[in-house]
């Protein structure tokens, strides 16, 4: 009896907490990655040139980075390197120690001694790993080698041991490691081949091929090591206190079977499910990035004929979802998705071609394919709402992806047609990542496809859902919705430009305040599951005001309106495909993209109204479009809350899919909101601050350039050719006409960004463009006091803009106009509007500039209004060849003036005048016309030499074939 008491009093130690093993590979892979792959696009981002750079070539012969470069030669990616290094230490050695204890007391199938063998090679391949991470070639060459060849040399006994030691029972890990191990040696002796062609040989981009071999060994090598956790499901740690409880409650041991483990998915599944979310959201982002270009390319055909071109056609390919009213091959296309959307990549290879047409004809087919490829999804995908959910969050993440990946590149896509390698682009890269992303969606999609069947799965079932709701009404919100996003949100500083005011309410700057726009559009994503609240009527009303508030204001206040604007909309997107795809394809789709296109030729009309039929009924009517677009997102809301009620059961029945998929959600718009973050705190600190080229003499370079909407006489994106021109001419102050490229047709694109950070700016962006002007800016090198944005008088043609501003030159007040006239044929316009310059430079207290598009030959009635009734002088009366740009001034000293071709940038001459601040500006109020050599001008107020004769770019001085100089 007392032995059975002190029995009954002893204690044993209890489990406090239990934690897999599995997960010591989860942060192992994750942490491993992470580290190569965060240094990768940090690196990139921030020294891309300087790490391309090798001993022998540069850019563009070497344009991808090899690992030590990215790793080891450059703030902050070799931090960030290191750190996530550190943090992957843990997981690696507790991984080395649990594969001995798995081999030799679990699965047995290693002896103790061979599992020591193994376990010491696993440390000492760890250790050496750190020490070619933590010292660096730089640091020191020879210790960094040394530890860098013993890691690749524990490699090959290290694999094969793990190899040697898995269990034959297991064949999946089996199969995966042959398969690691293989490429991981087989990749070896090319990577030498190419090491040699560029060591020995010098091979221009050699280096760039050894560093694709090198990058791969990274990848197999630390896949290899993340199949462990297949043998770890069953393994956790568990951490207990010796302490204790009575030995009548059960003991756990360290190393446990956890059945409820199994139930958990492997890691393999997790990276598979990650990178399938990954890789459509990129096709999602091609799919934007075409959707915006192709209505840019069309573009280019009307500005170059002044009118109806009949390329415009091509935006009614949108209309080719309606084909999918035809079951069968809407099945094939939801069926064999991967394969079209890598057939919708010749939207994205239509930059190969030269010719325009061929460039609009390929793009116009990728995004038909493209859309029929979403749409058959979504359509097929009707009976699994879980499923749904998930395509239409990726697809609103594609936009999200566009949003950043523009800001990065100054609002340029850099996989748009009218980018190549020369102004930007990374075509190519966008190229192979879109087959790479299709491959997976391809090999996914067949091995689901095969489970399904199975299990006789209802995956791309041909059972008719029963049908809720309106067609029309759901074609309405979806067509309307597209609209909206397409003019709107495609690109962060569309909102801010649209409600721009002058100086000093001038409103947010495109950076940093774009990472706000970012950020709303990610709050919409997260609020969309809530579909009571997206798809009532309260928040609906939330829409409407916000809506209200965006065009009635300006500056700021538009700004936040524009925000809760972006949020709603994107909180209704996954409610109104899930409306679309419920109801008969055929008239639903072509209902709901002639809803699209007719909104987008509004958009244009308000604008161009002067160059088509009909137009003078759409003239600056934005409110008749902002109220349509509304009203008809109301029927889509009407018709998306009946069908939210109908669609409870059908997510329960998918609720592990919804689940994963609003958790991969939020992890996403965390990474996309920080990586906007990263790219505009970038931006900022790189950003040249503005000072004037030359202020040794009080002086400054002012111009005039017609740039048409910064795409060249190819159709090749111009804002590099400009800021070049900009750049070497030495301008201080410059007015460029025909410069919003905020809406549709021009692909929402803020071009003098570049520029105004590059070479160090202020901006005026001008008349807003919720304004209907084809637009006026203004970069200077002294600070803006104050601007305001005029309409001019326009009762016939199309409506003419001006800024007026004043500048702080070097502590003098100084005006500047910059202005764009109406056509020829509008001679009435123009007599007003040159009528109300003249009135704003007469006026002025202060010196003054004119830099404007005026349409008339010199001495003429619309020149002497301008000259003589303005009180400006005219830079060179005797310059009687010019009919569109005008130069004028008073109170300034005029250095010098002159004529520069355009370069094949546009149709239109750069002009340009020399002015010198002085004391007393009263007494230049009129303007002497004398003449002087350029040797009696000092060398700081003299144009650059490099545009006699041929000139540089297209660029030379003509017509007088050099500057002229003047004595003041």
Known sequence: ???????????????????????????????????????????????????????????????????????????????????????????????????????????????????????SVGIIRTVSCGGWVYITSTDDHLTHDITMVIYLLCTLPWQLGVLYTTANENQTAVRWRKLLT???????????????????????????????????????????????????????????????????????????????????????????????????????????????????????????????SGYEAFLFITLMPMILGIGPLRRLVARYRGVFHLLSLVGVASYLKVDPVWRLSMTAAGVALSLCTWTATWIEFKQQTGNMERSAIIWVLGLILSNIVKM?????????????????????????????ASIEVIIRDSANRSSADAAKDLSFSQTRTPQFGSSILAASGFGALLFALHSMYTDSSTIMRWT??????????????????????????????????????????????????????????????????????ISITPAFIRSISTQPPFRTLLSAFMIYNILCLAHVWVVAYEFVPGGVYARERTDLILVALMALIGLGVLNANRQAVQDIQNKMAQFHVLKHARSMTRILVVVLIALSAIVASNRVANAKTPAPFTSTEKSFTAAIWTIHFALDNDMWASEHRIRDAIRDLELDVVGLLESDTMRIIMGNRDWAQSIAEELGYYVDFGPASMKHTWGCLMLSK??????????????????????????????????????????????????????????????????FVFLGYVVTRPQQEVYNLLFDGGDIDD?????????????????????????????????????????????????????????????????????????????VRGHRYHVFNEPRYFLN
């Open 1 to 119: 009896m007392a032995e059975k008491s002190s029995l009954a009093g002893a204690t044993e130690p209890i489990t406090i907490t239990k934690v897999g093993a599995k997960y010591v590979a989860y942060s192992h892979t994750l942490c491993a990655y992470s580290a190569f792959f965060v240094a990768l696009g940090v690196a990139c981002y921030t020294h891309y040139y300087k790490i391309v750079q090798n001993e022998y070539f540069g850019y563009p012969d070497e344009w991808f980075p090899s690992v030590s470069a990215t790793t080891g030669d450059r703030y902050p990616a070799r931090a960030l390197f290191q750190i996530l290094i550190a943090l992957t230490s843990g997981p690696r050695f507790a991984l080395v120690f649990l594969w001995y204890v798995y081999t030799t007391r679990s699965a047995k199938t290693s002896s103790k001694g061979f599992g020591l063998f193994l376990l």
């Open 182 to 308: 293989s490429a991981f040696f087989t990749t070896l002796p090319p990577m030498i081949y190419f090491f040699i062609q560029h060591k020995v040989q010098k091979v221009p981009g050699a280096y760039t091929t050894y560093a694709f071999f090198e990058w791969s060994l990274i990848l197999y090598d630390v896949a290899f090591d993340a199949v462990t956790a297949i043998e770890f499901q069953n393994f956790e740690f568990s951490i207990i206190d010796k302490a204790g409880n009575s030995i009548t409650q059960k003991s756990s041991v360290p190393f446990a079977s956890n059945p409820e483990g199994n139930i958990a998915p492997s890691t393999l599944r997790t990276i598979s499910a990650f990178a399938g979310f990954a890789t459509e959201t990129y096709l999602a982002f091609v799919f934007w990035s075409m959707l915006t270009s192709l209505t840019l390319l069309i573009w280019y055909f009307p500005l170059w004929h002044m009118g109806i």
């Open 408 to 436: 990065a590149w100054f609002t340029e896509n850099p996989i748009w047609p009218i980018m190549h390698k020369e102004n930007g682009g990374l075509n190519d890269v966008g190229i192979v990542l879109g087959v790479l």
């Open 500 to 569: 721009v005011d002058g100086y000093p309410n001038y409103g947010p700057e495109p950076v940093p305040w774009g990472v706000a726009t970012i950020g709303a559009l990610a709050l919409g994503l997260i609020l969309a599951p809530y579909r009571r609240l997206t798809t009532s009527l309260p928040w609906y009303l939330v829409g409407v005001a916000s809506c209200a508030v965006f065009y009635i204001y300006s500056a700021w206040t538009a700004f936040y309106g524009g925000l809760v604007l972006g949020t709603y909309l």
């Open 782 to 847: 002294f600070p803006i006091l104050k601007s305001d944005h005029h309409l001019l008088p326009s009762p016939v043609g199309e409506l003419a803009c001006a800024i007026h501003a004043t500048l702080d030159v070097y502590g003098q007040p100084v005006d500047f106009i910059v202005s764009h006239n109406g056509q020829d044929e509008n001679y009435e316009d123009r007599i007003q509007q040159t009528t109300e310059l003249a009135r704003i430079t007469r006026t002025s207290p202060n010196p």
């Open 875 to 951: 830079i060179d009366p005797t310059d009687w060849d010019r009919w569109c740009q005008y130069i004028g001034y008073r109170g300034l000293r005029r250095i010098a003036y002159a004529r520069i071709s355009h370069g094949g940038i546009t149709d239109t001459e750069i002009q340009s005048g020399k002015f010198q601040v002085v004391d007393n500006p009263r007494n230049y109020w009129k303007a002497s016309y004398d003449r002087i050599p350029e040797s009696a001008v000092s060398l700081p107020l003299r144009y650059p030499s490099m545009f006699y004769g041929n000139g």
